[in-house]
């Protein structure tokens, strides 16, 4: 499953951060709840707009751009 399908980027919303679409909540929240010790349960109990596979996007993007794999240009168009 490719992150792109579950993340955008719109100046639009969230001030153009990248965000899960349909479901309100930045990329950056819900990595903050990982990096917090929240596991996948407690994130969705309390998201409940949130699907597992927003979760699993979230850390194959967050991967992604590590590796330099997210094009900078979308970052800075948004």
Known sequence: MPWRRRIAFDAEVM???PHLIGAGMGVDAVLDLLAQGWDKADILHSYPTLQP???RACLMFASALVRGEVD???LLAA
């Open 15 to 17: 001030a153009g951060a």
């Open 72 to 74: 900078s240009d979308l």
């Open 53 to 55: 596979e927003d979760i």
